[in-house]
Protein backbone atom coordinates (compact mmCIF):
# COMPACT_ATOMS: atom_id res chain seq x y z
CA UNK A 1 0.00 0.00 0.00
CA UNK A 2 1.27 2.89 -0.82
CA UNK A 3 0.69 6.61 0.29
CA UNK A 4 -0.02 9.47 -2.24
CA UNK A 5 2.60 12.73 -1.30
CA UNK A 6 -0.51 14.38 0.45
CA UNK A 7 -1.96 11.76 2.65
CA UNK A 8 1.79 10.54 3.78
CA UNK A 9 2.64 14.12 5.12
CA UNK A 10 -0.90 14.16 6.69
CA UNK A 11 -0.24 10.34 8.21
CA UNK A 12 3.19 12.07 9.76
CA UNK A 13 1.66 15.22 10.82
CA UNK A 14 -1.09 13.38 12.75
CA UNK A 15 1.24 11.19 14.29
CA UNK A 16 3.14 14.09 15.50
CA UNK A 17 -0.21 15.21 17.02
CA UNK A 18 -1.18 11.65 18.27
CA UNK A 19 -4.36 11.94 16.02
CA UNK A 20 -3.74 8.81 14.01
CA UNK A 21 -6.29 6.65 12.95
CA UNK A 22 -5.57 2.47 13.30
CA UNK A 23 -5.75 2.62 9.16
CA UNK A 24 -3.15 5.16 8.47
CA UNK A 25 -0.96 3.45 10.76
CA UNK A 26 -1.19 0.57 8.90
CA UNK A 27 -0.57 2.06 5.73
CA UNK A 28 2.16 4.16 7.33
CA UNK A 29 4.24 0.97 8.82
CA UNK A 30 3.81 -0.72 4.70
CA UNK A 31 5.26 2.22 3.59
CA UNK A 32 7.85 2.60 5.58
CA UNK A 33 9.30 -0.70 4.87
CA UNK A 34 9.16 -0.31 1.06
CA UNK A 35 9.72 3.42 0.19
CA UNK A 36 13.67 4.79 1.31
CA UNK A 37 12.21 8.66 0.25
CA UNK A 38 9.72 7.81 3.15
CA UNK A 39 11.96 6.82 5.37
CA UNK A 40 13.67 9.69 5.00
CA UNK A 41 10.83 11.68 5.65
CA UNK A 42 10.03 9.88 8.28
CA UNK A 43 13.20 10.31 10.02
CA UNK A 44 13.53 13.87 9.73
CA UNK A 45 10.34 14.06 11.48
CA UNK A 46 10.47 11.52 13.91
CA UNK A 47 14.44 13.38 15.03
CA UNK A 48 12.54 16.81 15.40
CA UNK A 49 10.02 15.55 17.92
CA UNK A 50 12.38 13.01 19.41
CA UNK A 51 14.35 15.93 20.70
CA UNK A 52 12.76 16.65 24.00
CA UNK A 53 13.75 14.43 26.71
CA UNK A 54 11.16 11.42 27.95
CA UNK A 55 10.57 12.11 31.89
CA UNK A 56 7.91 14.72 32.38
CA UNK A 57 8.54 15.75 36.01
CA UNK A 58 11.62 16.04 39.02
CA UNK A 59 10.76 15.50 41.88
CA UNK A 60 14.08 16.61 43.29
CA UNK A 61 14.76 20.19 44.19
CA UNK A 62 17.32 22.19 45.67
CA UNK A 63 14.51 23.68 48.02
CA UNK A 64 14.78 20.26 49.93
CA UNK A 65 15.38 16.88 50.29
CA UNK A 66 11.44 16.15 50.84
CA UNK A 67 10.11 12.59 48.52
CA UNK A 68 7.44 12.69 46.76
CA UNK A 69 4.78 11.38 49.85
CA UNK A 70 6.36 14.20 52.00
CA UNK A 71 5.40 16.44 49.39
CA UNK A 72 1.99 15.07 49.39
CA UNK A 73 2.37 14.31 45.79
CA UNK A 74 1.77 10.71 44.00
CA UNK A 75 3.87 10.02 40.85
CA UNK A 76 0.98 8.67 39.09
CA UNK A 77 -0.08 12.03 38.43
CA UNK A 78 2.50 12.14 35.98
CA UNK A 79 2.15 11.80 32.61
CA UNK A 80 5.44 10.27 31.10
CA UNK A 81 6.04 10.70 27.64
CA UNK A 82 7.51 7.58 25.81
CA UNK A 83 10.78 8.31 24.15
CA UNK A 84 9.76 10.63 21.30
CA UNK A 85 8.23 14.35 21.51
CA UNK A 86 5.26 14.32 24.36
CA UNK A 87 2.79 15.82 21.93
CA UNK A 88 3.55 12.52 19.40
CA UNK A 89 2.08 9.83 21.78
CA UNK A 90 -0.29 12.16 24.22
CA UNK A 91 -3.66 11.56 22.51
CA UNK A 92 -3.11 7.99 21.92
CA UNK A 93 -4.82 6.00 24.37
CA UNK A 94 -5.92 2.05 24.78
CA UNK A 95 -6.21 -0.17 21.94
CA UNK A 96 -5.11 2.45 19.60
CA UNK A 97 -1.65 3.41 21.65
CA UNK A 98 -1.02 -0.34 21.80
CA UNK A 99 -1.78 -0.94 18.50
CA UNK A 100 0.60 1.91 16.77
CA UNK A 101 3.29 0.92 19.82
CA UNK A 102 3.83 -2.39 17.88
CA UNK A 103 3.39 -0.60 14.39
CA UNK A 104 6.01 2.03 14.86
CA UNK A 105 8.27 -0.63 16.81
CA UNK A 106 8.15 -2.82 13.84
CA UNK A 107 8.74 -0.03 11.68
CA UNK A 108 12.11 0.90 14.03
CA UNK A 109 13.39 -2.24 13.30
CA UNK A 110 12.89 -1.93 9.66
CA UNK A 111 14.49 1.68 9.37
CA UNK A 112 17.40 1.44 12.85
CA UNK A 113 19.93 0.04 10.21
CA UNK A 114 19.21 2.41 7.81
CA UNK A 115 19.18 5.49 10.25
CA UNK A 116 22.32 4.41 11.94
CA UNK A 117 24.14 4.05 8.17
CA UNK A 118 22.55 7.58 7.66
CA UNK A 119 23.98 9.47 11.15
CA UNK A 120 27.65 7.74 10.41
CA UNK A 121 27.74 9.35 6.84
CA UNK A 122 26.23 12.68 7.09
CA UNK A 123 28.30 15.20 8.53
CA UNK A 124 25.65 17.81 9.62
CA UNK A 125 23.37 15.30 11.35
CA UNK A 126 26.44 14.29 12.64
CA UNK A 127 27.43 17.03 13.83
CA UNK A 128 23.85 18.22 15.31
CA UNK A 129 24.10 15.08 17.42
CA UNK A 130 27.35 16.07 18.94
CA UNK A 131 26.70 19.70 19.90
CA UNK A 132 26.00 20.39 23.50
CA UNK A 133 23.33 20.66 24.73
CA UNK A 134 21.69 24.51 24.51
CA UNK A 135 21.71 26.11 28.08
CA UNK A 136 18.77 28.30 27.83
CA UNK A 137 15.59 26.87 29.63
CA UNK A 138 12.84 30.13 28.08
CA UNK A 139 13.20 32.89 25.64
CA UNK A 140 11.47 36.40 26.50
CA UNK A 141 8.19 36.64 23.96
CA UNK A 142 6.08 39.11 25.12
CA UNK A 143 6.59 42.37 28.00
CA UNK A 144 4.81 45.47 28.65
CA UNK A 145 6.31 49.15 27.94
CA UNK A 146 7.28 49.43 31.72
CA UNK A 147 8.75 46.63 32.16
CA UNK A 148 11.90 46.99 34.66
CA UNK A 149 14.73 43.74 35.08
CA UNK A 150 16.84 43.59 37.84
CA UNK A 151 20.58 42.90 36.80
CA UNK A 152 20.54 43.20 33.61
CA UNK A 153 21.73 45.76 30.41
CA UNK A 154 18.93 48.47 29.27
CA UNK A 155 18.62 46.21 25.83
CA UNK A 156 17.92 43.18 27.32
CA UNK A 157 14.31 41.56 27.58
CA UNK A 158 11.75 40.63 24.08
CA UNK A 159 13.64 38.06 22.39
CA UNK A 160 16.46 37.16 25.29
CA UNK A 161 17.11 33.72 26.88
CA UNK A 162 17.16 32.64 30.07
CA UNK A 163 18.95 29.37 31.82
CA UNK A 164 18.95 28.24 34.88
CA UNK A 165 19.28 31.52 36.96
CA UNK A 166 17.28 33.77 38.99
CA UNK A 167 14.71 35.82 37.15
CA UNK A 168 14.30 39.34 38.90
CA UNK A 169 10.98 41.24 37.30
CA UNK A 170 11.35 44.91 39.14
CA UNK A 171 8.28 46.03 37.42
CA UNK A 172 5.89 45.64 34.79
CA UNK A 173 4.64 42.12 32.74
CA UNK A 174 6.70 39.83 30.89
CA UNK A 175 6.42 36.66 29.35
CA UNK A 176 8.48 33.37 29.27
CA UNK A 177 8.16 30.89 26.70
CA UNK A 178 9.73 27.18 27.89
CA UNK A 179 11.08 25.29 25.02
CA UNK A 180 8.37 22.68 25.84
CA UNK A 181 6.03 25.20 25.40
CA UNK A 182 5.06 26.35 29.07
CA UNK A 183 4.48 29.91 28.72
CA UNK A 184 5.20 31.52 32.28
CA UNK A 185 3.38 35.24 32.80
CA UNK A 186 5.43 37.30 35.33
CA UNK A 187 3.68 40.72 37.02
CA UNK A 188 6.40 42.69 39.20
CA UNK A 189 7.96 42.60 41.07
CA UNK A 190 8.93 39.19 41.38
CA UNK A 191 11.69 36.65 41.52
CA UNK A 192 11.27 33.28 39.90
CA UNK A 193 14.44 30.26 39.25
CA UNK A 194 14.18 28.24 36.55
CA UNK A 195 15.67 24.92 37.33
CA UNK A 196 14.57 23.11 33.55
CA UNK A 197 12.07 23.56 31.67
CA UNK A 198 9.51 21.02 33.87
CA UNK A 199 10.25 22.92 37.31
CA UNK A 200 10.32 26.38 38.19
CA UNK A 201 10.41 27.78 41.59
CA UNK A 202 8.76 31.35 42.94
CA UNK A 203 10.77 33.20 45.75
CA UNK A 204 7.78 36.28 45.51
CA UNK A 205 5.64 37.87 43.34
CA UNK A 206 3.03 36.45 40.80
CA UNK A 207 3.49 34.21 38.44
CA UNK A 208 0.37 32.68 35.79
CA UNK A 209 0.76 29.30 33.42
CA UNK A 210 -0.03 27.89 30.70
CA UNK A 211 0.92 24.78 30.06
CA UNK A 212 -0.19 22.65 26.64
CA UNK A 213 -0.56 18.86 26.51
CA UNK A 214 2.82 17.54 26.15
CA UNK A 215 3.99 19.20 29.13
CA UNK A 216 1.43 18.13 31.41
CA UNK A 217 3.32 17.26 34.78
CA UNK A 218 4.76 20.88 35.02
CA UNK A 219 6.06 21.82 38.88
CA UNK A 220 5.85 25.20 39.66
CA UNK A 221 6.64 25.96 43.53
CA UNK A 222 6.78 28.27 46.23
CA UNK A 223 8.73 28.45 49.68
CA UNK A 224 7.25 25.61 51.52
CA UNK A 225 4.53 24.61 48.89
CA UNK A 226 4.85 22.19 45.84
CA UNK A 227 1.72 22.89 42.85
CA UNK A 228 1.93 20.26 40.41
CA UNK A 229 -0.04 20.97 37.24
CA UNK A 230 -2.49 18.12 35.76
CA UNK A 231 -3.29 19.72 32.48
CA UNK A 232 -3.86 23.61 33.19
CA UNK A 233 -4.47 27.19 33.25
CA UNK A 234 -3.30 28.56 36.48
CA UNK A 235 -1.75 31.17 39.07
CA UNK A 236 0.93 31.05 41.86
CA UNK A 237 0.96 34.23 44.47
CA UNK A 238 3.73 34.35 46.80
CA UNK A 239 2.98 37.63 49.15
CA UNK A 240 5.66 39.68 51.35
CA UNK A 241 4.83 37.31 54.61
CA UNK A 242 5.53 34.34 52.52
CA UNK A 243 1.82 33.16 52.23
CA UNK A 244 1.33 31.76 49.41
CA UNK A 245 -2.13 31.10 46.90
CA UNK A 246 -2.89 29.41 43.98
CA UNK A 247 -5.71 29.52 41.75
CA UNK A 248 -7.35 27.45 38.39
CA UNK A 249 -8.13 29.60 35.58
CA UNK A 250 -9.04 26.12 33.48
CA UNK A 251 -8.18 22.53 34.22
CA UNK A 252 -6.64 21.51 37.61
CA UNK A 253 -3.88 21.08 39.66
CA UNK A 254 -2.30 19.85 42.76
CA UNK A 255 -0.85 21.63 45.75
CA UNK A 256 0.67 20.47 48.96
CA UNK A 257 3.24 21.71 51.58
CA UNK A 258 5.84 19.34 52.04
CA UNK A 259 5.91 19.72 55.75
CA UNK A 260 2.19 18.35 55.99
CA UNK A 261 0.92 15.51 53.35
CA UNK A 262 -2.50 15.68 54.11
CA UNK A 263 -2.53 18.95 53.18
CA UNK A 264 -2.65 18.07 49.37
CA UNK A 265 -5.44 18.77 47.92
CA UNK A 266 -6.61 18.89 44.07
CA UNK A 267 -7.85 22.59 42.78
CA UNK A 268 -10.50 22.64 40.03
CA UNK A 269 -11.42 25.87 37.66
CA UNK A 270 -12.65 29.04 39.51
CA UNK A 271 -11.25 27.46 42.64
CA UNK A 272 -8.52 28.96 44.95
CA UNK A 273 -6.86 27.67 47.97
CA UNK A 274 -3.83 29.57 50.38
CA UNK A 275 -1.60 28.23 51.75
CA UNK A 276 0.42 29.14 54.94
CA UNK A 277 3.24 26.53 55.71
CA UNK A 278 4.82 28.55 59.05
CA UNK A 279 1.38 27.19 60.17
CA UNK A 280 0.49 24.22 58.58
CA UNK A 281 -2.62 25.54 57.34
CA UNK A 282 -4.63 25.42 54.22
CA UNK A 283 -7.95 27.51 53.54
CA UNK A 284 -9.58 27.64 50.23
CA UNK A 285 -11.41 30.61 49.78
CA UNK A 286 -13.44 32.33 47.12
CA UNK A 287 -10.61 34.87 45.68
CA UNK A 288 -10.71 38.80 43.49
CA UNK A 289 -9.52 37.00 40.31
CA UNK A 290 -7.65 40.69 39.21
CA UNK A 291 -4.85 40.02 41.78
CA UNK A 292 -3.96 37.18 39.73
CA UNK A 293 -2.06 38.09 36.19
CA UNK A 294 -4.36 36.81 33.41
CA UNK A 295 -2.46 35.13 30.38
CA UNK A 296 -2.88 36.74 27.07
CA UNK A 297 -5.06 34.88 24.65
CA UNK A 298 -2.59 32.86 22.24
CA UNK A 299 -5.54 32.36 19.71
CA UNK A 300 -4.78 33.17 16.18
CA UNK A 301 -0.47 33.33 16.29
CA UNK A 302 1.70 30.48 14.93
CA UNK A 303 2.07 27.48 16.57
CA UNK A 304 5.49 26.73 16.96
CA UNK A 305 7.20 22.84 17.96
CA UNK A 306 11.06 22.60 18.08
CA UNK A 307 13.65 24.90 18.05
CA UNK A 308 11.26 27.80 17.35
CA UNK A 309 10.13 30.77 19.28
CA UNK A 310 7.02 33.23 18.58
CA UNK A 311 7.85 36.73 19.52
CA UNK A 312 4.60 38.03 20.70
CA UNK A 313 5.94 41.83 19.35
CA UNK A 314 8.67 42.85 17.04
CA UNK A 315 12.12 43.32 18.82
CA UNK A 316 13.69 46.62 19.01
CA UNK A 317 16.57 45.37 17.01
CA UNK A 318 18.28 42.14 15.06
CA UNK A 319 21.76 42.90 14.79
CA UNK A 320 24.02 40.06 15.33
CA UNK A 321 24.77 38.83 18.53
CA UNK A 322 21.87 40.67 20.36
CA UNK A 323 20.28 36.91 20.42
CA UNK A 324 22.65 34.85 20.61
CA UNK A 325 20.97 31.63 21.05
CA UNK A 326 20.37 28.12 19.11
CA UNK A 327 16.46 28.91 18.94
CA UNK A 328 14.76 30.47 15.91
CA UNK A 329 12.76 33.83 16.16
CA UNK A 330 9.55 34.30 14.39
CA UNK A 331 7.27 37.84 14.76
CA UNK A 332 4.85 39.04 13.02
CA UNK A 333 6.01 42.75 11.07
CA UNK A 334 3.22 43.87 9.11
CA UNK A 335 -0.56 42.98 9.86
CA UNK A 336 -1.78 44.27 6.45
CA UNK A 337 -0.26 45.34 3.76
CA UNK A 338 -0.54 45.78 -0.09
CA UNK A 339 2.19 44.66 -2.04
CA UNK A 340 2.95 47.52 -4.41
CA UNK A 341 3.92 45.67 -7.01
CA UNK A 342 3.74 42.03 -8.66
CA UNK A 343 5.79 40.39 -6.39
CA UNK A 344 7.82 36.52 -7.48
CA UNK A 345 7.89 34.19 -3.70
CA UNK A 346 8.45 30.43 -3.44
CA UNK A 347 5.96 28.73 -3.33
CA UNK A 348 7.27 24.97 -3.16
CA UNK A 349 10.47 23.57 -2.43
CA UNK A 350 11.59 19.34 -2.61
CA UNK A 351 13.03 18.52 0.47
CA UNK A 352 17.06 18.94 0.32
CA UNK A 353 19.00 18.44 2.85
CA UNK A 354 19.68 15.18 2.47
CA UNK A 355 19.59 15.68 -1.26
CA UNK A 356 22.95 15.86 -3.10
CA UNK A 357 21.30 17.45 -6.27
CA UNK A 358 20.62 21.39 -6.14
CA UNK A 359 16.33 21.36 -6.72
CA UNK A 360 14.23 24.23 -8.64
CA UNK A 361 11.84 25.76 -6.50
CA UNK A 362 8.20 26.02 -7.63
CA UNK A 363 7.52 30.04 -7.66
CA UNK A 364 4.37 32.25 -8.35
CA UNK A 365 3.71 35.62 -9.03
CA UNK A 366 1.68 37.30 -6.57
CA UNK A 367 0.11 40.53 -7.66
CA UNK A 368 0.10 43.99 -6.80
CA UNK A 369 -2.04 45.23 -4.24
CA UNK A 370 -2.71 41.48 -2.71
CA UNK A 371 -3.19 42.62 1.14
CA UNK A 372 -0.83 40.02 2.99
CA UNK A 373 0.48 39.52 6.58
CA UNK A 374 4.19 39.51 6.82
CA UNK A 375 6.57 37.52 9.05
CA UNK A 376 10.22 37.70 9.27
CA UNK A 377 12.19 34.76 10.53
CA UNK A 378 15.59 35.02 12.56
CA UNK A 379 17.89 33.07 13.64
CA UNK A 380 21.69 33.96 15.24
CA UNK A 381 23.45 31.00 16.68
CA UNK A 382 25.63 31.58 19.93
CA UNK A 383 29.29 32.99 18.52
CA UNK A 384 30.53 34.36 15.12
CA UNK A 385 33.29 31.65 13.94
CA UNK A 386 33.54 30.28 10.40
CA UNK A 387 34.17 26.80 11.66
CA UNK A 388 31.15 24.48 12.56
CA UNK A 389 27.65 25.89 12.92
CA UNK A 390 24.58 25.23 14.57
CA UNK A 391 21.83 23.50 13.11
CA UNK A 392 17.99 24.43 14.95
CA UNK A 393 15.17 22.50 13.75
CA UNK A 394 10.93 23.13 14.34
CA UNK A 395 7.58 23.73 12.41
CA UNK A 396 5.59 26.69 12.35
CA UNK A 397 1.95 26.03 11.32
CA UNK A 398 -0.08 29.78 10.60
CA UNK A 399 -3.52 29.44 10.72
CA UNK A 400 -4.11 31.67 7.15
CA UNK A 401 -2.48 29.83 4.43
CA UNK A 402 0.62 30.73 3.74
CA UNK A 403 1.14 33.16 -0.12
CA UNK A 404 4.50 32.72 -0.33
CA UNK A 405 8.23 32.44 0.96
CA UNK A 406 10.73 35.31 0.17
CA UNK A 407 14.27 33.80 0.46
CA UNK A 408 16.35 35.00 -2.80
CA UNK A 409 18.87 37.89 -1.33
CA UNK A 410 16.95 40.24 -3.89
CA UNK A 411 13.58 39.34 -2.86
CA UNK A 412 14.38 39.95 0.52
CA UNK A 413 15.85 43.30 -0.06
CA UNK A 414 13.14 44.54 -2.07
CA UNK A 415 10.07 43.31 0.21
CA UNK A 416 12.24 45.24 3.22
CA UNK A 417 10.86 48.35 1.40
CA UNK A 418 7.47 47.54 2.25
CA UNK A 419 7.61 44.85 5.32
CA UNK A 420 9.73 45.80 7.60
CA UNK A 421 8.24 47.20 10.82
CA UNK A 422 8.58 50.55 11.89
CA UNK A 423 10.52 49.99 15.38
CA UNK A 424 12.74 47.52 14.51
CA UNK A 425 16.28 48.14 13.15
CA UNK A 426 17.07 45.41 10.72
CA UNK A 427 20.42 43.86 9.71
CA UNK A 428 20.22 44.06 6.00
CA UNK A 429 22.64 43.20 3.03
CA UNK A 430 24.43 39.90 1.54
CA UNK A 431 24.94 38.11 4.85
CA UNK A 432 21.90 37.43 6.01
CA UNK A 433 20.07 34.92 3.28
CA UNK A 434 19.76 31.42 3.59
CA UNK A 435 21.93 28.94 2.31
CA UNK A 436 19.94 27.15 0.25
CA UNK A 437 20.99 24.55 -2.57
CA UNK A 438 19.37 26.79 -5.32
CA UNK A 439 20.93 30.16 -3.86
CA UNK A 440 24.36 28.53 -2.69
CA UNK A 441 27.16 26.31 -2.35
CA UNK A 442 27.47 25.53 1.34
CA UNK A 443 30.03 23.31 2.47
CA UNK A 444 29.01 23.14 6.18
CA UNK A 445 25.47 21.94 4.70
CA UNK A 446 22.89 24.06 3.80
CA UNK A 447 19.38 25.29 4.88
CA UNK A 448 15.83 23.94 4.36
CA UNK A 449 12.40 25.11 4.46
CA UNK A 450 9.39 22.99 3.71
CA UNK A 451 6.13 24.20 2.95
CA UNK A 452 3.53 21.04 3.21
CA UNK A 453 1.05 20.67 1.14
CA UNK A 454 -2.24 22.20 3.02
CA UNK A 455 -0.16 25.55 2.54
CA UNK A 456 -0.27 26.36 6.66
CA UNK A 457 2.78 24.46 7.66
CA UNK A 458 6.66 25.12 7.62
CA UNK A 459 9.32 22.82 8.30
CA UNK A 460 12.50 24.46 9.11
CA UNK A 461 16.44 22.98 9.31
CA UNK A 462 18.41 26.01 9.38
CA UNK A 463 21.75 25.89 9.91
CA UNK A 464 23.95 29.33 11.19
CA UNK A 465 27.34 29.71 10.44
CA UNK A 466 28.96 33.36 11.63
CA UNK A 467 25.93 35.49 10.01
CA UNK A 468 22.33 35.56 11.01
CA UNK A 469 19.77 33.61 8.78
CA UNK A 470 16.30 35.41 7.75
CA UNK A 471 13.39 34.86 5.24
CA UNK A 472 10.27 36.35 5.10
CA UNK A 473 6.90 34.32 5.22
CA UNK A 474 3.83 35.98 3.30
CA UNK A 475 0.77 34.82 4.86
CA UNK A 476 -3.17 35.57 3.99
CA UNK A 477 -4.92 38.46 5.54
CA UNK A 478 -7.97 36.82 7.55
CA UNK A 479 -11.60 38.32 6.03
CA UNK A 480 -14.00 39.81 8.75
Known sequence: MKFPSTEFEQALSDLCHGTIEDQAIDGLHTLLQQDADARDAYLWRIELHGELSAGRLDFATPSGPESPQEAGLVKSAVVTAPPLHPNVLSGWRGLRFRKALVAMAAVVLVVLGYGFKRMATDPPMQQLAERPLDPFLAIVVDESHDVAWEGVGPDWGLGHALGRQRAHLESGDATLQLHNGVELMLRGPTELQLLSVDHAILQRGQVSARVPEGAIGFRLDAPGLNVVDLGTEFSLAVDDAGASSVHVFEGKVRAALPSLPSSRTELLTGETAQFDADKGEVT????????????????????????????????????????????????????????????????????????????????????????????????????????????????????????????????????DLFCCHEDTDYVKGITRPLEMRFISDAPNGHDEVYLTDDGHELELTLRAGPYVDQFRVLVEVPTE
Open 284 to 415: RRLSDVSLFPPLNDDAGLPKTEGDICFLRKPPPSLHPGTFEHDSILVFREKDNVALPRRLRVVRKVSHQFRSKQPSVPETVDLAAHTPVQSYLIHFDRVGDSWTGGVTARGVIRFDQPILGLVIEPERLSET
